[in-house]
Structures are given as structure tokens and as C-alpha cells.
């Protein structure tokens, strides 16, 4: 288990500003709401969990990864990324229950809840960094480098698979669970698979290949090129 207070960790406040539609900077008096919100959600304790399997536990075929026998169908694009993996790591990292309670503390408050529920995901993404280079210095010790994250939902890659991927972790300590619908709860949570090996290496995220045209993320990179 790895843990972290959640005011220790850090998102790029100009990222934020760009995914609220503001450009870099925030117009008075949305600066001070924004202060606020942040000043109320940095409590509690971030947490997550990492399970490694070495190459005898990891096979790669074309459209799928089998991590002991149990075939995660990820897909061409998803396993493009990690066909060159000799071993992979799965992980499920979350903000926790305390951070969804303050969270709800602002659903009297549209603006407010926007705000707060921007804030959570990208901070939600610096934990899954933090989680991502945990991963790195792991695959340091052995030689190896490490491919992006891919989580179930990405890139054509079924959400129900997160019921497979969670069956490695028991009753996760996390305390992250899944709907009927594999939507984990609390909202705030990252699941998905790290590739590791010694021709593998990280790039940047690939909007045209995936799916989503609702995804945040791409209307920021759209505006970035």
C-alpha cells in the first residue's frame, strides 16, 4: 500500500485554469472561489495498491494481455503500446471516501461542484502519476522501462474489464469497490495495467485513438496545438 496525505499532492494549476475555459488564468471572482474550494478539499489521505507479475505470469498477444490466465481483451491500440512487455503491473489508486464527502459539501452550488469535481480529477491524475513512478523505480531495479497507463474505458478498451482486474486484489485495503456497472466508488479512483520491460518507453497520450470525444483531455490538447 502506498500512501499520501492528499494536501502533499500537486496538479498544474494552469491546466486546471485551461479545463475550466479560462484560458491560463482565472477572472475574478472565480480565483477566490477557486481558493476556497481547494483550501476545503486538501484533507484526508490518498491511497493505493500495486500488484507485479513477471514474464512467466504475462503473455501479449495481438488484441489482448493474459496476466495468469486471465485474458484482459484490451485490445489492437492499447496493445500496440505493450507488445514489447515482459512483465506488468496492475493498480488501483483513489482519493478516498473523506475527499467524495467534501466534495458533496458543494451540490447546493453548480459553480461550486464544477470547481470541485475539475479539481478532484486532476488531482485524482497527480496521484496516478505519483502511483505511475512508483512503478518506475520498481522496473529500475531490474532494467526496465515502463509504457503509459491504460485503464479500462480507454481506447476501446471495455469498462467491465475492471471487474477481471480487480479479482487480483482481493478486498482491496483501498476501499475502492465497483457497481454493477464496474464504476468504481469513490468517483475519484484510477484502475489499469503498467507495461514494463526493456524495449518499452512512455509517450505522449494519443487523442485520435481513443473513443471519447467528451474527454476534458481532449478539448485541452485540441486547444494546445
Not at 478516498?96 to 485524482?124: H, T, Y
Request: aromatic share 10%; charged share 20%.
Amino acid at each position: 500500500m502506498i500512501h499520501r496525505a492528499i494536501g502533499d499532492i500537486s496538479f498544474d494549476q494552469e491546466e486546471f485554469h485551461r479545463m475550466m475555459g479560462f484560458g491560463t488564468v482565472l477572472p475574478s471572482p472565480f480565483d477566490e472561489i477557486s481558493l476556497k474550494i481547494s483550501e476545503s478539499l486538501r484533507v484526508g489521505i490518498a491511497c493505493s495498491e500495486i500488484v507485479i507479475f513477471d514474464s512467466d505470469e504475462v503473455k501479449i498477444e495481438q488484441d489482448k494481455v493474459v496476466i495468469q490466465e486471465v485474458p484482459f481483451f484490451t485490445g489492437r491500440n492499447v496493445n500496440s503500446f505493450l507488445q514489447h512487455c515482459s512483465e506488468a503491473a496492475l493498480f488501483i489508486c483513489t482519493l478516498g471516501a473523506e475527499f467524495e464527502q467534501r466534495m458533496k459539501l458543494f451540490q447546493g452550488d453548480s459553480i461550486a461542484l464544477w470547481f470541485a469535481d475539475v479539481m478532484g480529477s486532476l488531482l485524482c491524475e497527480a496521484w496516478a502519476d505519483i502511483v505511475h513512478d512508483c512503478v518506475i523505480q520498481e522496473a529500475k531495479k531490474e532494467g526496465f522501462t515502463v509504457t503509459n497507463r491504460y485503464s479500462p474505458g480507454y481506447c476501446n478498451w471495455c469498462v467491465d474489464e475492471q471487474q477481471k482486474l480487480f479479482s487480483f486484489f482481493g478486498k482491496s485495503p483501498t476501499g475502492v469497490t465497483l457497481n454493477d456497472s464496474s464504476l468504481m466508488s469513490p468517483l475519484k479512483s484510477i484502475s489499469g495495467i503498467v507495461g514494463m520491460g526493456k524495449d518499452v518507453k512512455q509517450i505522449p497520450y494519443l487523442c485520435n485513438m481513443c473513443a471519447d470525444a467528451h474527454c476534458s483531455y481532449r478539448s485541452i490538447n485540441n486547444q494546445s496545438i
